[in-house]
C-alpha cells in the first residue's frame, strides 16, 4: 500500500514563496504519476499541477508561471514550489499518486496554505 506524508504549508504573506513536499512510501514511486490538488474554503477541489512518471509536467491556467511541480524519484518525494502567492491561493493540498498495475491511486492527508493580504 502506498502511503503519502506531505509538509511545508504555513502561512504566507501575499507575494511570498512556500514548497509543499510529499513523500510516499514504497519502492513503486517512480512508475506513478503524482498531482497536487487544492480545495479552497467553499470550493471543490481542483488539480493544481501534475508531473508524469516521464517528467512531463502540466498546471492549471490559474498558477502557470508561479507554481513548479518537480519529483525526485531516489528520495519518492514530490514537490510543489509556490511563488508569488495570491490570497486566492489559500487551500488544504493535497497530494496525490496514480497508476501502476495493479492500480493504485492514493492521497496524502492535506496540507493548508493560508496567503494573507
Known amino acids: 500500500q502506498v502511503q503519502l506524508v506531505e509538509s511545508g504549508g504555513g502561512l504566507v504573506q501575499a507575494g511570498g514563496s512556500l514548497r509543499l513536499s510529499c513523500v510516499v512510501s514504497?519502492?513503486?514511486?517512480?512508475?506513478?504519476?503524482a498531482s497536487w490538488f487544492r480545495q479552497g474554503p467553499g470550493k471543490q477541489r481542483e488539480l493544481v499541477a501534475v508531473?508524469?512518471?516521464?517528467?512531463?509536467?502540466s498546471y492549471a491556467d490559474s498558477v502557470k508561471g508561479r507554481f513548479t511541480i518537480s519529483r525526485d524519484n531516489v528520495k519518492s518525494t514530490v514537490y510543489l514550489q509556490m511563488n508569488s502567492l495570491k490570497p486566492d491561493d489559500t487551500a488544504v493540498y493535497y497530494c496525490n499518486v496514480n497508476g501502476g498495475s495493479p492500480w493504485y491511486n492514493s492521497w496524502g492527508q492535506g496540507t493548508q496554505v493560508t496567503v494573507s493580504s
Open positions: 508531473v508524469s512518471s516521464g517528467g512531463s509536467t
Open positions: 514504497g519502492s513503486i514511486f517512480s512508475i506513478l504519476a
